[in-house]
């Protein structure tokens, strides 16, 4: 395969990863935002409080959604070290999203309810590109590439070039004994 071949492929193979975990995540989004005004309407709870439980229910679900969809090829082994990471991860990106409602809520005084879902949404979206970078590099890691097989065509190249070797290597030889 060409170089451009390659890069054209791997770039196909990004473009349907960022589908899928922009999928996933958008499904995570609605279930964060419905959770996150569910708790606002109907506890006590403080606005960053239930974004962050809201938050919490969304990893939930995003880890499956990831795990048997997204990056389903991904390697499978190790799940105690995969779930720690994606736990981990996620609660960096946990931080970052709170984080910008804090700022918005106690930082500005910004807390309607309207605010409180921009930040909600403003926060996840930054989040989401920290999580996107560490769930692919650290998390689902891909699996190695197969080695790959010689076709029909390569394998008889690549005996006419052994017989090229081996008689080459025949006439240097004869050359020596003469």
């Known amino acids: 395969m060409s170089e451009r071949g390659a890069l054209r492929t791997r770039l196909d193979q990004l473009a349907r990863e960022v589908a899928k975990f ?3 995540g958008a499904f995570g989004l609605v279930v964060n935002i419905a ?3 569910l708790l606002w309407r109907t ?12 938050t919490f229910v969304a990893i939930l679900f ?12 991904r390697d499978k082994t190790g799940r105690t070290r995969e779930l720690t990471l994606f736990l981990l991860f996620s609660g960096v990106g946990a931080v970052i999203e709170t984080g910008v409602l804090y700022m918005a809520t106690y930082g ?9 879902n921009v930040f909600k949404i403003l926060g996840i979206g930054v989040a989401t590109l920290f999580r996107f970078w560490s769930y692919r590099t650290w998390v689902f890691k ?10 029909a065509e390569g394998l008889e190249g690549f005996l006419r070039q052994e017989r ?3 008689q080459a290597s025949r006439v240097d030889t004869e050359s020596v004994h003469h």
């Open 108 to 116: 500005f005084g910004w807390n309607t309810p309207v605010q409180s």
């Open 35 to 37: 959770v996150s005004n």
């Open 164 to 166: 090229r070797s081996e």
């Open 142 to 151: 891909a699996l190695p590439a197969p080695e790959p097989v010689l076709s």
């Open 62 to 73: 995003n880890y499956l959604g990831f795990r048997y969809w997204t990056y389903r090829d």
């Open 22 to 24: 922009g999928t996933v």
């Open 43 to 54: 506890t006590d709870l403080q606005v960053v409080r239930a974004g962050l439980l809201a």
